[in-house]
């Protein structure tokens, strides 16, 4: 079955710092959206993002379906940045084990 | 919000009783999935639906079972409960799937099979 891979499993940050969050798949990707779980629970859409580059504030996101990868990049980290970013894609969105992300004032 | 709403949101429940999990919305969105989430797994595809009376097994659907008899409900349930199916569930809704749609989640529901 598809696999989805996300590195790293956990980021310790120190406010104001940037980082890059990975997702590679095992087969060319399409669908691809990242998630943030907040400490409450909820997932909360970041990007739709099938392919290409798209940005929404200190958060970017770009996808290369044929490489089968995408990055989220957080620039800035505030401490409200602290959760799971996950990755899922493909025709029943398959998802990755998450990257737990803490930001330290 | 995506105008889904997921009840209850929280139960406890003993082994062997029956449970059911609602998921409602109000998006009129054909497609409708039922993820359960657990430490170290992500979330993972137990049943969805592609329309009313049409639904179909995911990767961990083995003890559940589903019922959509009108587009805004979609019902989860556990047959007999058991302490592995203690878990949180998501409730998710997309126009269409495969190409070019964008799935929305409810809030989850945290069930705790004792």
């Known amino acids: 079955g598809i696999q989805v891979e996300q590195s790293p499993p956990d980021l310790i940050l120190q406010e104001g710092a940037n980082s890059t969050l990975r997702c590679n798949f095992s087969?060319?990707?399409?669908?691809l959206q990242w998630f943030h779980q907040n400490p409450w629970g909820q997932l909360i859409n970041l990007f739709y993002i099938p392919s290409g580059t798209k940005q929404n504030g200190r958060l970017s996101a770009t996808t290369v379906a044929t490489e089968r990868y995408s990055l989220l990049y957080i620039s800035s980290s505030q401490t409200t940045d602290s959760g799971v970013y996950f990755c899922?894609?493909?025709?029943?969105?398959?998802f990755g084990a998450g990257t737990t992300v803490t930001v330290r004032a | 919000d995506a105008g889904i709403t997921q009840s209850p949101r929280h139960k406890v429940t003993e082994t062997g009783t029956p449970v059911t999990l609602r998921c409602h919305q109000t998006?009129?969105?054909?497609?409708m999935y039922w993820y359960r989430q657990d430490p170290g797994h992500g979330l993972r595809l137990i049943h969805y639906s592609y329309g009313v009376k049409d639904t179909d097994k995911g990767e961990v659907s083995d003890g559940y079972s589903v019922s959509r008899s009108k587009t805004e409900d979609f019902l989860l349930t556990l047959e007999s409960a058991t302490s592995s199916q203690t878990s949180v569930y998501f409730c998710?809704?997309?126009?269409?799937?495969?190409?070019?749609?964008?799935?929305?989640f409810g809030q989850g529901t945290r069930l705790t099979v004792v």
């Open positions: 087969d060319s990707v399409n669908n």
């Open positions: 998006e009129n969105h054909r497609y």
């Open positions: 998710a809704i997309s126009k269409k799937a495969g190409m070019n749609t964008e799935a929305f």
């Open positions: 899922a894609g493909y025709y029943k969105l398959s």
